[in-house]
């Protein structure tokens, strides 16, 4: 059975910190991670990685995968109130849908 | 910027009811999917649609559950005999058909109440 296991499952931090967000996996047949944002509703989509070691970057967002090791990292720099979010991490296997972690609660205080 | 569009976005029903629970993927996706979350709990895979019919399902698709395409442009989820626990926010998603490209892009959601 594939498995995602987030860490930390909550963190608040203040405005303006750097978090790093921690995804490890084990799947069949591993073919992609991907990182999405949750806030009130809907999943929105971050970043894929499909390879080691290859940054993804996106403004303040920034995400790493290493396939030896079996985990991703996602990191925010200079957060803003705005980033409070649940942060999901995702692995597409062997099978068509996703299998989800739990998320990480980020609250950033100003 | 295109996106997934969902339909209503809260449903409440009496137990055994059935609903039917409506998306709208993006233009040019050829694959479909419906996830659910329970409040508090992961989200979880439900089905996936691709080419008129369901390419893979989850233990928690079962019998009352079902999907359909009915036209060029809504997938839709029915659920036959709703129960308490059906309670959830359902989601849509969708992909591109690109071998490479494995992201989905998700819908806001249907919250379903079940009473």
């Known amino acids: 059975e594939d498995k995602v296991v987030q860490s930390p499952l909550s963190l608040v931090v203040h405005e303006g910190d750097t978090v790093t967000l921690n995804c490890s996996y084990e799947?069949?047949?591993?073919?992609?991670l991907l990182w999405y944002k949750q806030e009130k509703k809907a999943p929105t989509f971050l970043f894929m990685l499909?390879?080691?070691?290859i940054e993804k970057k996106s403004g303040r967002l920034s995400s790493i995968l290493d396939k030896k090791e079996l985990f991703s990292i996602l990191n925010i720099t200079a957060t803003q109130t705005g980033d409070s979010a649940i942060y999901l991490c995702?692995?597409?296997?062997?099978?068509?849908?996703?299998?989800f972690g739990k998320g990480t609660h980020l609250i950033i205080q100003p | 910027e295109p996106e997934v569009t969902q339909t209503p976005s809260h449903q409440v029903t009496q137990m055994g009811q059935e609903v039917i629970l409506r998306c709208v993927p993006i233009?040019?996706?050829?694959?479909f999917y419906w996830y659910r979350q329970i409040l508090g709990q992961k989200v979880e895979f439900l089905v996936s649609?691709?080419?008129?019919?369901?390419?893979?399902k989850s233990e928690i698709f079962d019998d009352q559950f079902s999907v359909e395409r009915p036209d060029g442009s809504n997938f839709t989820l029915k659920i036959r005999s709703t129960k308490l626990e059906d309670s959830a926010m359902y989601f849509c998603?969708?992909?591109?058909?690109?071998?490479?490209?494995?992201?989905?892009?998700f819908g806001p959601g249907t919250r379903l109440t079940v009473t």
């Open positions: 998603a969708s992909r591109v058909e690109r071998v490479s490209s494995y992201e989905q892009y």
């Open positions: 995702a692995v597409g296997g062997g099978a068509d849908g996703l299998t």
């Open positions: 233009s040019n996706h050829l694959y």
């Open positions: 499909t390879s080691s070691g």
């Open positions: 649609f691709y080419n008129n019919e369901i390419s893979e």
């Open positions: 799947v069949t047949n591993f073919r992609s």
